[in-house]
């Protein structure tokens, strides 16, 4: 199989990538680096069956000789980078997977999306359920994220629909690992990194809010059952179903690291969700597939990356800190 990856030096497209390639899949990585990094893609180098691409796919879309499958990853994917890059994050989730599905027609290849969870809003559900149709802000500040992924559900589904393309959606909950960065705003790296640090760890509201965390490996694994499971479009969710409290993440955090960092309490960001938690029947019927990774074996082994990584060398502005911007703040 050839594949063309969008956003694959990312965090979760860069992991995507390794993984296809150690399938023995040829794999062209498209990345414009506004978020990801060709240091994720550092293991690839040199392989005769990864190429990359700096480009941005909002853009005419076009690749030289076969695809069988576009994987579409590309999209600002954290709260503090959709803040920063609000109509960008608008144009890759309409125009950029716009042109993929264009690419996919033309070449009569599939097309994976990466959805989110964040299409179900702060959900009045729970679990979420993919029969769910949310409850979402469209002109709230995570609107930008949210209808983006939205929207491009839809296309995906017109593409379907109209024009016979295969496709995949996966609905993708809270995932976590290796590769992520420290000042990114989402809360794994930030509380790792403030207690490697020693510094206070700030944790929103009274920390009651709750998220579901999928390890990296897992996740991957979903994707790659989900894009070989016959007459599957989907939407599927792909998380970890196993719900904890922000509080409690932040001091398993502080506790795996043997910090002694005070947590302390942060103003909540607007349209935070309340709870995130996934019904994930859906994939163990159809993929046969669920997290095999603990919340405490996964968190150790991105705290010891983070160790290799210098992290704990390395002080934290405030400013890019989980500290919620005054725009953010109720």
């Not at 969870?117 to 409850?135: K, R």
């Not at 709750?210 to 007459?231: C, N, P, Q």
Request: glycine residues 10%; hydrophobic residues 40%; charged residues 20%.
């Amino acid at each position: 199989m050839r594949a063309l990856v969008t956003g694959g030096a990312g965090f979760l497209g860069s992991h995507l990538c390794e993984r296809l390639v150690a399938e023995g899949h040829d794999v062209l990585c498209y990345d414009s680096l506004m978020t990801g990094s060709r240091n994720n893609l550092a293991a690839l180098a040199g392989n005769p069956g990864f190429e990359f691409r700096q480009y941005d796919v909002t853009r005419h879309l076009d690749v030289d000789g076969a695809v069988d499958w576009v994987l579409h990853f590309a999209s600002p994917a954290s709260p503090r980078d959709y803040l920063e890059h609000p109509i960008h994050t608008l144009k890759v989730g309409a125009l950029g997977t716009l042109n993929c599905l264009g690419l996919a027609k033309a070449r009569g290849a599939g097309l994976l999306l990466a959805s989110t969870s964040e299409v179900y809003g702060d959900p009045l559900a729970h679990p979420q359920q993919e029969s769910y149709w949310g409850n979402v802000n469209p002109v709230g500040p995570r609107g930008v994220y949210d209808e983006a992924k939205r929207f491009a559900e839809a296309l995906t589904m017109a593409y379907h629909d109209t024009h016979g393309v295969e496709v995949r959606i996966a609905r993708i909950f809270n995932t976590f690992g290796p590769r992520m960065r420290k000042a990114d705003g989402r809360a794994v790296p930030t509380f790792i990194h403030q207690a490697l640090t020693d510094q206070p760890i700030t944790v929103h509201g009274d920390g009651s809010q709750t998220r579901s965390l999928a390890y990296v490996d897992d996740t991957v694994e979903g994707f790659i059952r989900l894009l070989e499971a016959d007459g599957v479009t989907g939407p599927v969710n792909i998380g970890n179903p196993e719900e904890v409290t922000v509080r409690h993440l932040a001091e398993r955090i502080r506790d795996l690291t043997g910090a002694a960092s005070e947590i302390h309490m942060v103003g909540r960001p607007v349209d935070d969700p309340e709870r995130r938690c996934p019904d994930i029947s859906l994939a163990r019927q159809l993929l046969g597939w669920a997290p095999a990774v603990t919340l405490d074996d996964g968190l150790q082994r991105t705290i010891d990356w983070c160790r290799r990584s210098g992290w704990a060398g390395e002080d934290l502005n405030p400013a890019n800190s989980l500290l919620p911007s005054p725009r953010m703040a109720r």
